[in-house]
């Protein structure tokens, strides 16, 4: 009866989920009032009072479950009911949509029919205005009865569409081949002729068009004839533009916009156009250069028009942040789907988007393959530029902006205008091939003209001075070498910007840029070349000095200052002239070691230098050496003058210390030998043995005397331990081709010049490195000692001097087998020599200064 009252009637069984879900909370309810109950009852002292209503509350929930269970089959029941009467609805359902697509199709079967047969009355009454837009009717009932072609009548009615509609299209071409006569002049109807061309088939009246208008051009411009020649290339041109003049003026309104028949009538033009001047350039001979261009040069210009005409542009390019956008809305695992095409269009119509295939190059391909007649007529001229220069003298203009030879300017223009040429006619093969002419081109530039026009030195003593005229030309030839480098790499990039993708790795001018810098190497010896030049009578004023007579230490020798004065010149007429920092370091850093070797060849030839004489050669090395680390800073308007970099102040050091190893070496009286050769070896611990022959010679030992010396020499370096004596294959060219001077006796009369002992040091870096020449050697004189050392008074020798007791107590390692054999517990008698010849020197020295001081007060 519960549910009974809960469900009177079959419209109230909608609402047995709401009952289903009454009773599932009430079941809820009472459930946790049995869990309360529950947890009531543990306490042992109720659980008796407590048992008749859990008794009470398990009967309520069995009779709550066999309720509920009651409704669910009643539920059951009522959905089956419900489905068989929907099942009814249903299948009336589909008894109504079948009824429907019935007599559709039926209502568009008559259509059809009835469109045909209309179709043929058109097609027989030749009423193509009538019968085009009953086409796309047609062909849209045709399309919806697609999936009936298995009834035989349906299928002979669509063959019957079929070809009513070819036969349309059929008579309505004739209608329009009819309309034009054979010089393409229209003499039909023209209304009819735009109504037929809405049923014929668009490709063929297009194709029979264009054939009609192209067949005089084909008659006038013959292969053999000189208007078809390429010098009269124009003529094709302005002939089309008549046909498109008077195709605007009748013919346009005849076709449908869609057909683009204008368009189509120049595609074939250039077609045409194409084949004929291809055969033509084969079969010229020879083809010349300026009617290629021209030619060329026309053909570009029609094929933009052309573009420009028919609104044809590139399709532009998505912008980064939308590429960013299409690239993020990709999910990661997603692979791309492949286009139907290999790409989107490079081209487009810009006023409706649609793909486009561009002018450019329809034409203009045909001239591709003969394009290496223009890179010919570039290379020859170039190359005549190029040889015109070679034998133009350089002209040092007055201006002191111009820093660079005018040629070059001149062929950087011109290799701009090819370029820019060239670029306006192919960017293709061309342009690569005309890039490998620029770099051939500029290097035979830099061998040809910039190291052809180096002057040339003589570096003999009897030479007159370089005038500083070409020291301004090879600074002139050295920036313009450089200038052409930085041009080379900029006309290197802007050539790789422009060419086809294809043709950019063949792009280098790597070959010239390495002439141009051999060329800067090349200017940069000439430049030293021409100051030594430049220094050579001041060498040559050394060499013919009596070195051998000089009485006392005084001042700076005259060739020093001729030196100083030579080379301030020069540096700051190559300060002016280079405009790059690097390459004045580099004069500077090679002209350093050049002049130690000039500076050594020219004492060689001194003959005999006495004592005082090599003292006096120490003290102008020690002024030359500074003139020399001054260098960097003449010509410069900073105050003070920054220092020399530490690296050429390494070159000058060792390069000057090499000549100054040699002088201290010849301070050295030439008895007792024992004395001389430790003193060699300490300057010279290698022991060559041509520059100990040397410093025999400039201190006047008779060559017959050599002999001895050298067994000293030999002795003393085998009783160290060191390898045997070989000639020092690094000697200066001066010590290996200048043979040693004989002795030069005084004149008769004259007293000898007095020897001065040398000065006992250690040896400093400068005058003990290894180097060319002079061999290589450090460490502490025979006398060096923990005595109280006394500043030398000239400066000579560049080091702190011992006391003269401070040699007695040392040993040196050379004098050790020596000391052992003679068994003096005093040393050996070679340290005791130098210990008396260094107090004998300072003596000397102090009686010199005294004189010097005495002389200047004097004067």
Request: charged fraction near 20%.
């Amino acid at each position: 009866r519960f549910i009974d009252r809960l469900l009177p009637d079959a419209p109230s069984l909608e609402g047995v989920g709401a009952a289903e879900a009454n009773a599932r909370h009430q079941l809820l309810v009472v459930s946790s009032e049995i869990r309360r109950a529950l947890r009531t009852q543990a306490d042992g002292s109720q659980q008796q009072q407590q048992a008749p209503g859990i008794e009470a509350t398990k009967a309520a929930i069995a009779e709550l479950y066999t309720r509920i269970s009651e409704m669910k089959a009643k539920a059951r029941s009522a959905e089956r009911m419900v489905v068989d009467i929907t099942q009814d609805i249903k299948s009336l359902d589909f008894a109504k949509r079948n009824l429907t697509q019935t007599t559709t199709t039926m209502r568009r079967l008559q259509l059809l029919v009835s469109s045909v047969e209309q179709l043929r009355q058109l097609t027989e009454q030749g009423r193509y205005h009538d019968a085009a837009q009953l086409l796309p009717a047609i062909g849209g009932l045709r399309e919806g009865f697609g999936g009936f072609q298995s009834v035989r009548q349906i299928a002979a009615l669509d063959q019957t569409a079929e070809s009513l509609r070819r036969s349309l299209a059929s008579k309505a071409l004739q209608e329009v081949q009819r309309a034009f006569d054979a010089q393409g002049l229209l003499v039909g109807n023209a209304q009819l002729v735009r109504d037929a061309c809405l049923c014929c088939d668009p490709e063929r009246a297009v194709d029979h068009y264009c054939a009609l208008q192209l067949r005089a051009y084909t008659a006038i411009f013959q292969l053999s004839d000189d208007v078809s020649q390429l010098e009269n290339i124009s003529r094709r041109y302005a002939w089309l533009r008549r046909i498109m003049r008077n195709y605007a003026e009748e013919h346009a309104d005849l076709f449908p916009p869609a057909w683009r028949m204008d368009e189509q009538l120049t595609r074939r033009f250039a077609v045409a156009t194409r084949d004929q001047l291809g055969e033509i350039m084969a079969n010229a001979s020879p083809l010349a250069v300026d009617h290629l261009t021209a030619a060329l040069a026309d053909t570009l210009a029609f094929e933009a028009h052309c573009d420009k005409r028919f609104v044809i542009a590139p399709r532009p390019q998505p912008s980064a942040a939308a590429s960013a956008v299409a690239s993020q809305g990709a999910s990661p695992g997603s692979s791309p789907v492949p286009s139907p095409q290999a790409g989107p269009p490079a081209y487009i119509y810009e006023g409706s988007g649609e793909a486009a295939e561009s002018f450019v190059g329809a034409i203009s391909c045909a001239f591709e393959p003969y394009m290496s007649i223009f890179v010919d007529g570039e290379r020859a001229k170039f190359e005549q530029m190029v040889l015109r220069f070679q034998r133009e003298p350089i002209a040092v203009d007055d201006d002191p902006s111009l820093s660079v030879l005018a040629s070059s300017t001149d062929l950087l223009y011109q290799f701009r205008e090819s370029l820019r040429q060239c670029a306006s006619l192919s960017t293709g093969q061309a342009m690569a091939d005309l890039a490998q002419v620029f770099a051939q081109c500029l290097g035979s530039y830099a061998r040809s003209v910039l190291q052809h026009k180096l002057p040339t030195f003589a570096s003999t003593a009897a030479a007159a001075a370089a005038p500083l005229e070409d020291i301004k030309h090879i600074c002139l030839i050295i920036s313009t070498a450089d200038y052409c480098a930085a041009a080379a790499a900029q006309l290197e990039q802007k050539i790789v910007e422009r060419v086809d993708g294809e043709f950019k790795a063949r792009v280098s001018f790597a070959a010239c840029r390495e002439a141009l810098l051999s060329s800067i190497n090349a200017g940069i010896r000439a430049l030293v070349a021409g100051v030594e030049a430049m220094c050579a009578p001041a060498f040559a004023a050394l060499a013919q000095e009596p070195w051998h007579d000089v009485q006392m230490v005084g001042d700076q020798s005259g060739y020093v200052l001729l030196v100083v004065s030579a080379v301030t010149a020069a540096t700051e007429a190559v300060r002016r002239g280079i405009s790059g920092s690097r390459y004045f370091r580099s004069y500077c850093d090679k002209f350093a070691a050049r002049f130690a070797e000039a500076y050594a060849a020219a004492i060689a030839q001194c003959g005999c230098i006495s004592e005082v004489g090599a003292e006096q050669l120490l003290l102008d090395a020690q002024a030359l050496k500074s003139v020399l680390l001054g260098m960097p800073a003449i010509g410069t308007d900073e105050v003070p003058p920054p220092g020399p970099p530490p690296a050429f102040a390494r070159i000058v050091g060792q390069s000057i210390g090499r000549v100054e190893a040699l002088l201290k070496a010849i301070l050295v009286p030439s008895e007792p030998a024992d004395a001389l050769v430790g003193r060699f070896l300490l300057l010279f611990p290698a022991a060559p043995r041509d520059v100990f022959r040397q410093v025999l010679s400039l201190k006047g030992v008779r060559p017959a005397e050599h002999t001895s010396y050298i067994r000293v020499l030999q002795r003393a370096h085998r009783d160290a331990g060191d390898p045997p004596l070989t000639p020092s294959p690094a000697a200066p060219a001066s010590a290996r081709s200048t043979p040693a001077p004989a002795v030069q006796e005084p004149p008769p009369g004259r007293k000898a010049a007095p020897r001065v002992a040398g000065h006992v040091r250690g040896a400093s870096s400068a005058s003990a490195g290894s180097g060319a020449g002079f061999g290589a050697g450090s460490g502490a004189g025979p006398g060096a000692g923990p005595g109280k050392p006394r500043p030398d008074p000239l400066g000579i020798t560049g080091a702190a001097q011992p006391a003269a007791d401070s040699g007695a107590d040392g040993e040196h390692p050379a004098d050790g087998p020596q000391s052992a054999a003679s068994g003096d517990a005093a040393g050996s008698p070679v340290l005791a020599s130098l210990a008396a010849n260094a107090t004998a020197t300072r003596t000397r020295i102090n009686e010199n200064l005294r004189r010097f001081v005495s002389n200047m007060r004097r004067g």
